[in-house]
Nanobody, 120 residues
Framework: QVQLRESGGGAVQAGAPLRPTCVAT????????MAWFRQTPGKERELIAL???????EYSDSAEDRFIITRNSSKNTVILQANSLNIRDTGIYYC??????????????WGLGTQVTVSS
């Protein structure tokens, strides 16, 4: 059984950065796609960024060039560097692990999320 645990959320002022981190335990996930999602108030959960086993990275429009995803397969971790946060970034940030289900991805494992709150 795989467990994903997020940390590194918090309450910050607008313009500040945060660095949510996800650690996977239970089995190595080197062959899986790892991703960060978020759910902001009143909206559905949305993808921010994903990184494949070979290092391929994809960003959604919601990343707005302010978010950077990195992965350390040897440590089973994936990090989301979130810069220049604004109030619209407030929400719960989730880590997910999945696999390619062409032409999309299927996420089999989810963390419980870490809260990010941005104030003006």
């Amino acid at each position: 059984q795989v467990q994903l645990r997020e940390s590194g959320g918090g309450a910050v002022q607008a313009g500040a950065p945060l660095r949510p981190t996800c650690v996977a335990t239970g089995k190595p996930l080197s062959t899986n796609v790892m991703a960060w999602f978020r759910q902001t108030p009143g909206k559905e959960r949305e993808l921010i960024a994903l990184v494949g086993s070979g290092g391929t990275i994809e960003y959604s429009d919601s990343a707005e060039d302010r978010f950077i995803i990195t992965r350390n397969s040897s440590k089973n971790t994936v990090i989301l560097q979130a810069n220049s946060l604004n109030i619209r970034d407030t929400g719960i940030y989730y880590c997910a692990a999945g696999r390619i289900a062409f032409p999309n991805y299927k996420y089999d494992y989810w963390g419980l999320g870490t809260q990010v709150t941005v104030s003006s």
